[in-house]
């Protein structure tokens, strides 16, 4: 893939405003980078839902990517898909993240049909949908928005259909939350981020990622009406969830 090579050097000078993070072409650029260097886990989750769109996606249904970025899940569900008359939906509110993923998809025959949508995407219906992924996106959205857009991925899920949800997550004990958090920037300082890069970025993404515990989302399954959910993947304070119609 184009510019998977690059390097995030976004917040590695000082800056005398750290503005609020946005998904604008200077991070797309890096956008591979910093994931690799920044969600521990991340292939893991991402390889587990191709096998789980191989696994669970029904014929004649409707995947969908919200919040797609670069398009890596929609490829790896794309890649696994055996059904027949499977189509899927990706969605981001970044056009240039639309352009970057449209790009990854054209580099990859598949005959899956795959749209990819620049827009809100509290602004899509879920229909006839097998499988909804949510990979890291639903902590972006304004947390009065999020249960709306969960019920609505439930009503619009078919029986047996699936919700795949990654986040990252705050801890309500708070000793263990300030341990598990030093962990995730050992990580980043594992992997070649300066205190300054470190410290910049959580500057520019506080008021931008507000992140909920296991047990809001916990909760939250249950307003929506999901009866079967668990926990799947942690590593340090990024899991991804599993809830099941």
Same mark, same amino acid.
Not at 106 to 134: F, H, R, W
């Given at each position: 893939?184009?510019?998977?090579?690059?390097?995030?050097?976004? $917040?590695?000078? !000082?800056?005398?405003?750290?503005?609020?993070?946005?998904? #604008?072409?200077?991070?797309?650029?890096?956008?591979?980078?910093? *994931?690799?260097?920044?969600?521990?886990? $991340?292939?893991?989750?991402?390889?587990?839902?191709?096998?789980?769109?191989?696994?669970?996606?029904? !014929?004649?249904?409707?995947? %969908?990517?919200?919040?797609?970025?670069?398009?890596?899940?929609?490829? =790896?569900?794309?890649?696994?898909?055996?059904?027949?008359?499977?189509?899927?939906?990706?969605?981001?509110?970044?056009?240039?993240?639309?352009?970057?993923?449209?790009?990854?998809?054209?580099? $990859?025959? &598949?005959?899956?049909?795959?749209?990819? *949508?620049?827009?809100?995407?509290?602004?899509?219906?879920?229909?006839?949908?097998? +499988?909804?992924? @949510?990979?890291?996106?639903?902590?972006?959205?304004?947390?009065? #928005?999020?249960?709306?857009?969960? &019920?609505?991925?439930?009503?619009?899920?078919? !029986?047996?259909? @699936?919700?795949? +949800?990654?986040?990252?997550? &705050?801890?309500?004990?708070?000793?263990?939350? =300030?341990? *598990?958090?030093?962990?995730?920037?050992?990580?980043?300082?594992?992997?070649? %981020?300066?205190? @300054?890069?470190?410290?910049?970025?959580?500057?520019?993404?506080?008021?931008?990622?507000? *992140?909920?515990?296991?047990?809001?989302?916990?909760?939250?399954?249950?307003? =929506?009406?999901? #009866?079967?959910?668990?926990?799947? $993947?942690?590593?340090?304070?990024?899991?991804?969830?599993?809830?099941?119609?």
């Amino acid at each position: 893939m184009a510019n998977t090579h690059i390097k995030d050097n976004i $917040y590695a000078s !000082p800056l005398n405003t750290v503005e609020d993070f946005v998904f #604008d072409s200077a991070v797309v650029d890096v956008f591979s980078d910093m *994931i690799k260097r920044s969600v521990p886990g $991340y292939q893991t989750i991402i390889s587990t839902i191709g096998h789980l769109a191989q696994v669970h996606s029904q !014929p004649n249904s409707t995947i %969908y990517d919200l919040g797609c970025s670069l398009g890596t899940a929609t490829l =790896a569900m794309r890649r696994s898909i055996k059904h027949e008359n499977v189509k899927i939906i990706a969605v981001d509110n970044s056009q240039a993240m639309v352009d970057k993923c449209n790009l990854h998809l054209q580099g $990859y025959k &598949s005959p899956i049909s795959t749209q990819v *949508i620049c827009d809100d995407i509290l602004n899509i219906e879920i229909e006839n949908a097998s +499988l909804v992924v @949510l990979n890291f996106t639903l902590q972006f959205l304004n947390p009065n #928005d999020r249960l709306q857009l969960i &019920s609505r991925i439930y009503q619009g899920l078919k !029986p047996g259909g @699936l919700l795949v +949800l990654s986040e990252k997550l &705050s801890f309500n004990d708070t000793t263990c939350n =300030a341990l *598990i958090d030093e962990l995730h920037l050992d990580f980043k300082r594992a992997n070649g %981020y300066s205190e @300054l890069e470190i410290s910049q970025k959580r500057s520019a993404i506080e008021n931008v990622m507000r *992140i909920d515990s296991l047990e809001c989302h916990y909760d939250r399954f249950k307003q =929506a009406g999901f #009866d079967h959910f668990q926990q799947w $993947y942690q590593c340090f304070n990024f899991t991804s969830m599993v809830a099941i119609k």
